[in-house]
Nanobody, 125 residues
């Protein structure tokens, strides 16, 4: 398993941008599918974005498509989520997730194995 630590959350006005980062420990990071999820108060955790182990395939929730970009740097063991045009409904705790299975779609649908502690994103109107 990998250990995941998120950073980059904070308070931003509507229309603003944030870049979340997730640092992963472990020598096998480059073989892991990575993802971002979020959980708003009183709501279930929901999928935001995912990226394949190679970075060649990316997947997004409809709610963030066109506003968010997921990327990874396997040399630095990091995955990032660039979020633009943020809206109050994007307010949530954002979690980084990792899984060693190679089929990212299967991972998205069946669940990631490792999770970070989360970072708070608050968007004011």
């Amino acid at each position: 398993q990998v250990q995941l630590v998120e950073s980059g959350g904070g308070l931003v006005q509507a229309g603003g941008s944030l870049r979340l980062s997730c640092a992963a420990s472990g020598r096998t990071f480059s073989s892991y599918a990575m993802g971002w999820f979020r959980q708003a108060p009183g709501k279930e955790r929901e999928f935001v974005a995912a990226i394949s182990w190679s970075g060649g395939r990316t997947y997004y929730a409809d709610s963030v498509k066109g506003r968010c970009t997921i990327s990874r740097d396997n040399a630095k063991n990091t995955v990032s989520l660039q979020m633009n045009s943020l809206q109050p409904e994007d307010t949530a705790v954002y979690y980084c997730a990792a899984d060693p299975r190679t089929d990212t779609i299967v991972v998205i649908t069946t669940g990631f194995g490792s999770w970070g502690q989360g970072t708070q994103v608050t968007v004011s109107s």
